[in-house]
T-cell receptor, first 113, second 114 residues
Framework: GENVEQHPSTLSVQEGDSAVIKCTYS??????FPWYKQELGKRPQLIID?????GEKKDQRIAVTLNKTAKHFSLHITETQPEDSAVYFC????????????FGAGTRLAVHP | DTAVSQTPKYLVTQMGNDKSIKCEQN?????MYWYKQDSKKFLKIMFS???????INETVPNRFSPKSPDKAHLNLHINSLELGDSAVYFC?????????????FGPGTRLTVT
């Protein structure tokens, strides 16, 4: 079935440390993997995404890696700051070519000053 | 200049009532979506319309009926509301319906059924 598993469910780090969130997906045909950040009471916002023809993508302190063989992808945040505290969701596209996103259960990241 | 807007922001109603949530996007996108986020923050797609045509229809009770009068609007009507319908409902839009198109979310509508 269509499934995305996300770990850990909660993550607590000290300011300046790195944070890593991991996801696995079930459909080998998935070809698009976005990451969303949701602050308390706010809408989910795209922070980075990766397509299946790329193994790694970086945007300042944020990077995403994709291993298609193992069907898993990861979000890496370096030099964490208190404003990085939020819930992070991974997602994978399903249903052939359509933009049907199945989301992971989310990771609550807390960055302590 | 809000890209994706929803009304109302909060909706409190009793079991058995019928209610609607409205969504509008001014991005010129062809595709719109409805998501449900439950109390555990789990985010699940419900429907998607592309240029007024239904293209994604997940396993959702038929009490939920989306309607797209034009490609800038996607409304969600819910009949005979139940306690389990309490959640935050997010509308989203993307430029096209193909995998890889960034989805922009609205601010959400918090529905509470008592």
């Amino acid at each position: 079935g269509e499934n995305v598993e996300q770990h850990p469910s909660t993550l607590s780090v000290q300011e300046g440390d790195s944070a890593v969130i991991k996801c696995t997906y079930s459909d080998s045909a998935s070809n698009y993997f976005p990451w969303y950040k949701q602050e308390l009471g706010k809408r989910p916002q795209l922070i980075i995404d990766i397509r299946s023809n790329v193994g790694e993508k970086k945007d300042q302190r944020i990077a995403v890696t994709l291993n298609k063989t193992a069907k898993h992808f990861s979000l890496h945040i370096t030099e964490t700051q208190p404003e990085d505290s939020a819930v992070y969701f991974c997602a994978a596209s399903f249903s052939g070519g359509y933009n049907k996103l199945i989301f992971g259960a989310g990771t609550r990241l807390a960055v302590h000053p | 200049d809000t890209a994706v807007s929803q009304t109302p922001k909060y909706l409190v109603t009793q079991m058995g009532n019928d209610k609607s949530i409205k969504c509008e996007q001014n991005l010129g996108h062809d595709t719109m979506y409805w998501y449900k986020q439950d109390s555990k923050k789990f985010l699940k797609i419900m429907f998607s319309y592309n240029n007024k045509e239904l293209i994604i229809n997940e396993t959702v009770p038929n009490r939920f009926s989306p309607k797209s009068p034009d490609k800038a609007h996607l409304n969600l009507h819910i009949n005979s509301l139940e306690l389990g319908d309490s959640a935050v409902y997010f509308c989203a839009s993307s430029q096209d319906p193909l995998a890889g198109a960034e989805q922009y979310f609205g601010p959400g509508t918090r529905l509470t059924v008592t």
